[in-house]
C-alpha cells in the first residue's frame, strides 16, 4: 500500500554514487519517517521505538529482530542536509499524505431527529474521560491501615491454627 518505489527514486536522487559513505537503506528511511510522523516522534525517540519494537523493525525493512539501534538519530539531520529543505518538504508531504490515506474512513453516526428522518452527523468532538474521580484499592507502604490490615489477617490465621490444633488434640482424647 506505500508506495516504496516512487519514495526511493525521489530518495535516490540526491544519493550520488561517486562520492560519500554508503547510505544506509531506504526503507529504513522511509519506514522510520513513516514512524515518526504516526508517533510523533522526535528523532531519538523514533530511533528508540523502532529499536525496541520487532513489528517496526520489520515495516523498516529488517529481516530480523536487533537490539542494537539500526541507525543513528542524527541521520535524520544527514537526510535533510543531503536532500534540501525543498527535496526533503516534499517527501515528507508524499510520506504524509499516503499515510493518512492508509487511516481506516470514519463511519457516519445516523441521529434520529423530530420527524424521523435519518440524518448523517460526523463526530464533533474527542470524549475525554479522567479517571481520578475513580475508587482505586491501592494501599500505600505508608499506609497506616496496611499495618492494621496485616495484624488483623496474622491473628485470623493464628485463631485457625490453634482452632485446629485443638480439635485434633480433642479427637485424640476421645
Known sequence: MIPWDSLAAVYAKSLSST???ESIDVRMVIGALIVKY?????????????????????????????IEE??????????????GSDRFDLWNEL??????????????????NKDDHATPTSNR???????????????????????????QESERILCALQTDRFKEKTKRLS
Open 125 to 151: 468532538g474527542k470524549l475525554k474521560i479522567d479517571a481520578t474521580v475513580a475508587n482505586q484499592k491501592i494501599v500505600f507502604p505508608t499506609d497506616a491501615n496496611l499495618l492494621n490490615t496485616a495484624r
Open 95 to 112: 510520506i504524509f499524505e499516503k499515510a493518512d490515506s492508509l487511516k481506516p474512513k470514519r463511519k457516519q453516526h445516523i441521529d434520529k
Open 38 to 66: 504516526k508517533l510523533g516522534l522526535d528523532d531519538r525517540g523514533t530511533v528508540a521505538m523502532i529499536s525496541e519494537n520487532i513489528y517496526l523493525q520489520y515495516f523498516c525493512g529488517l529481516r530480523s529482530f536487533q
Open 70 to 83: 539500526p541507525f543513528h538519530p542524527t541521520v535524520f539531520v544527514d537526510i535533510r542536509k543531503r536532500m
Open 19 to 21: 562520492s560519500g559513505r
